[in-house]
């Protein structure tokens, strides 16, 4: 989970992009500058557009956790947008 401490820093997105719905894979290219949580285990990552995602050996699952799946859980405005 992310923490904050401003909420005026913050601006509530709709989920009308495929970056918000869509989870990525070890290696995938990242679509958008953010922080994103794996599915299975909630571990979070920082990740920069254009750059991949960790491999596949950056973290391990149980079975029961299932594949490592990167979601998007905040995106960082890196182009004042």
């Not at 909420?7 to 009308?16: H, I, P, R, Y």
């Not at 994103?36 to 973290?59: M, V």
Request: proline share 6%; aromatic share 8%.
């Amino acid at each position: 989970m992310s923490w904050y401490i401003d909420t005026s820093n913050l601006t509530k997105a709709v989920a009308d992009k495929a970056h918000w719905t869509n989870s990525y894979g070890p290696g995938s290219e990242v679509p958008v500058s953010g922080i994103y949580r794996c599915i299975g285990c909630k571990k979070e990552i920082t990740s920069n557009a254009g750059d991949p995602f960790p491999p596949q050996n950056h973290h391990q699952h149980t079975t029961s956790q299932g594949a490592v799946k990167w979601k998007l859980n905040v995106r960082t405005n890196t182009n004042e947008d």
